[in-house]
């Protein structure tokens, strides 16, 4: 009939996207709309997995990721620029991490939209997938060492959990802080957290020892299954306990303690360019390293959050989209 528009149908592209929380099986790769926006647009290579991607999907966060769906997962990503955008060209090299708490985006896909301040230029000489298993946990590290625990030089600190995605980036990022780093973590990793900088590593046997001593500027949970109460004792007068995974009790202390001379924080983590171009520059310079467990086509995404969720990852979990 003359005068109707024809139907618009919008491009397709893979996407790994659930429709209900719940386990595994919930996860679909699947044909979705590409991204329309008129900010930079990447073709994803590599996405790296994060705990938070399970916690999401299971629905323990509901609160704030509400009961829209389909939602999508992934938050880490490395690729290539599709078109001009800004100061970004067509062909740049790119990483970095979307701020999801809807999780309506996800870098789990052949193509993401990030918002400018979300991504960084891959340095010269540096691999993509090094590049995108740092962004999430490098930035987490770096604005809990520097913004919210307002880490000195000389400092002691605790890090607990420090075999994982987080933990192996912020034993690095400790210690070009200037940091004089413990670590807790299982026996076997002890070698690895020694190599990443580490000055003592300790198995978990010895946390009530340490939850004694008196002498941590920080205790950094990464693990997430620590209690301020418990490990209270183990900081110095003014010292702060900083946790990466959210609750109400936290948020409530987070609040409430800040006016203490021992703190307990919640690291929320604010995308920066200019942090992420902070861990480009250590990466360039062979001061930041990646620590991957392993690799797993786009394809095998269910192997991937299996080995994600038995938590015996050491380092992070990659996947090849491209």
Known sequence: MRGLRPYYKPPLMRALQYDAYGGIEKLQLRQAPEPRTSGPLVRVSVAALNPK?????????????????PKSCGVDFAGQIERDSGD?????????ALQEWTFSRGSLADLVAPEPGELARVPEGVDPAHAASLALVGL???QAFRDVARMKTGAKVLINGASGGVGTASVQIARLLG????????????????ELGAHHAAGYAQLDEFSRSGRFDVVFDVFGNLDFTRMRGALAPRGVFVSTVPSVARVFRDVFTRWSKQQER???????RADLEQL????????????IDSQFALEDYAAAFARLESKKAHGKILITVA
């Open 88 to 96: 970004f060209r067509a062909g740049d090299l790119v990483f970095g």
């Open 140 to 142: 987490t590290a770096l």
């Open 280 to 291: 480009a520059g250590w990466l360039a310079k062979r001061d930041l390293r990646a620590v």
């Open 179 to 194: 940091a004089e780093v413990t670590t807790v973590s299982s026996e076997g990793t002890h070698a690895l957290c020694r």
């Open 266 to 272: 919640l690291v929320v983590v604010k995308p920066r």
């Open 53 to 69: 991607d399970a916690l999401f999907r299971k629905g323990k966060f509901r609160q704030l990721s509400g009961r829209h769906f």
